[in-house]
């Protein structure tokens, strides 16, 4: 994976602002993402993901602003950035009577691969997305998630550096998502960016480098996940079961600069972290230096809900 500090960011959007009739859908939106990292894109239905991703994937023109890729301007030049990029819409179409491996031959022929590269190429996109068993099934008859699974061996295919998801995760099982979660890592091990958009925080929260929270076309918070908690004052809190715990041990935990609060509850107790001063990691760290043996310990995800709510209050698209 490359180092995302020395390197120009891959993915450059300034002040995009897309409009349909007189619907403004993106307003004045500027980002980056870097190489290598993945780049969770939150916010409900309607708040302009999907044109967003659909500007950087060369379908959409800006109305005004500019998006590169790769340094390249997806208006001016959308031949060399469609080379660059993967793109994976929000929905999966119709493709009667074909097979797994038939589907991807097609839009491999439509990448213009050479037909001697192609059925090595689609057995290593199979076996990536767990579907090589399924090569011969009827695509139509695949469960949703396998169909997610499909659509990203699709977009693999001619090697993009940049994969643009657009709700991957919508509609799957917990045991689907977890596996599309999986996915994603692996690719970003490979190193690949990834902008994966979601309406659930929680979802990508877990795995994202990067968020950026989008409401009614703006972004409202971007940045990495500490850098959100830092933004909103949030503390986060840390479920935590000890195997040794000790009148003692709780007196040095509560002495460390980085806990705001230790609460005794019935089965475990409940850690609050100042987020601008330590991460869980560091934490972690810590209570072994103390000499406590950890049974569990979880920090809790769900308060980024607090997060966006408190972002977003009151401003509906
Ligand atoms: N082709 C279109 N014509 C007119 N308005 C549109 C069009 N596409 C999107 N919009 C409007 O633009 C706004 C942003 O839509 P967009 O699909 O980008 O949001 P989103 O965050 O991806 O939402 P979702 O999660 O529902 O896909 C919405 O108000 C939507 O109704």
Known sequence: MSDSASEPPLVVVSDLHVRYGKTDAVRKLSFTIGRGEIFGFIGPNGAGKTSTIKVLATLLKPSLGTATVGGVDVAQHPEIVRRKIGYMPDFFGVYEDLTASEYLHFFAAAYHIPTGQRPGLIRDVLALTDLTEKHDAPVDGLSRGMKQRLSLARVLLHDPELLLLDEPASGLDPRARIEMREL????????????????????????????????????????????IYRALSLRRIIHLQLANSSPELLTAMRALPEVAEVEEQPDRLAVQLHEDQSTPEDFLAALHTLGARVRMFQPDAMDMETAFMKLTEGKVA
């Open 184 to 227: 994603l890592k692996e690719l970003q091990s490979m190193g690949k960016t990834i902008i994966v958009s979601s309406h659930i925080l929680h979802e990508l929260a877990q795995f994202c480098s990067h968020i950026g929270i989008i409401e009614a076309g703006r972004m409202v918070a971007n940045g990495s996940l500490r850098d």
